[in-house]
């Protein structure tokens, strides 16, 4: 299920100083981005950040519940996106750290994808 209104607008307020920050619907949920870069996600209300190898203990050690998973063809299937502990929410320094960790673990994935080639044009 997708972030309600007051919920991306609670995110949009308190991730602001990351950069300008935007939701959009996806997959049944909703996708919060950064400067055009995805790095968290909301789904029933609740917000799960980025996580790689980089970030990960610090959300294992932080007790989050990780990673968001779905159910894909009968199995279970991992986004690499963990829940925000409780209580994360009444720390804004302590929100934004972790944020921020997300945010660059989204841009080191990003780094690392290949550019897409550029198609060869159809002969007409």
Request: charged share 25%; hydrophobic share 45%; aromatic share 10%.
């Amino acid at each position: 299920m997708a972030a309600s209104a007051s919920f991306a607008d609670f995110l949009k307020e308190q991730l602001a100083p990351l950069g300008h920050i935007a939701t959009r619907r996806m997959f049944g949920a909703t996708g919060v981005f950064c400067n055009g870069l995805m790095f968290a996600l909301v789904n029933d209300d609740t917000l799960f950040l980025r996580v790689d190898e980089i970030n990960k203990t610090m959300f294992q050690d932080g007790g989050s519940a990780g990673p968001l998973t779905y159910s894909r063809k009968g199995q279970e299937a991992g986004l690499p996106y963990w829940q925000v502990p409780d209580g994360l929410f009444d720390e804004p320094d302590t929100f934004l750290e972790w944020s921020r960790a997300a945010l660059a673990a989204a841009r080191r994935v990003a780094a690392a994808k290949k550019p897409a080639r550029p198609r060869k044009p159809r002969a007409v």
